[in-house]
Nanobody, 122 residues
């Protein structure tokens, strides 16, 4: 399985970025997916999950209303639209899934990509 993230970079506070994660090597359309963030000097934190059909989503309170998770199963791609960015959103963002089919928010994750760096600074 392979997950490749892109779309990170430098953004100003209040700005927006759109992250993408291209998946291969597993049945993406049957897999609950998540975005995870690791801030400098901190452990990874779950941000958002989306069900395999895209109908169910969940968000961490700190990003709710600012971030939107979505997916295109035909393109085997996961997205994270981020807006109203804050300095505390700085970190390495990666997509992840649980190989046992569980929602990563509940069951954790055991597969992840290398991530894309997001830096929010003026």
């Amino acid at each position: 399985a392979q997950l490749v993230e892109s779309g990170g970079g430098l953004a100003q506070p209040g700005g927006s970025l759109r992250l993408s994660c291209v998946a291969s090597g597993f049945t993406f359309s049957n897999t609950y997916m998540a975005w995870v963030r690791q801030a400098p000097g901190k452990g990874p934190e779950w941000l958002s999950s989306i069900s395999s059909d895209g109908l169910n989503t969940a968000y961490r309170d700190s990003v709710k209303g600012r971030f939107t998770i979505s997916r295109d199963n035909a393109k085997t791609t996961l997205y994270l639209q981020m807006s109203s960015l804050r300095s505390e959103d700085t970190g390495l963002y990666y997509c992840a899934y649980n190989s046992y089919g569980r929602d990563p928010q509940v069951g954790g994750w055991d597969s992840r990509g290398r991530g894309t760096q997001v830096t929010v600074s003026s």
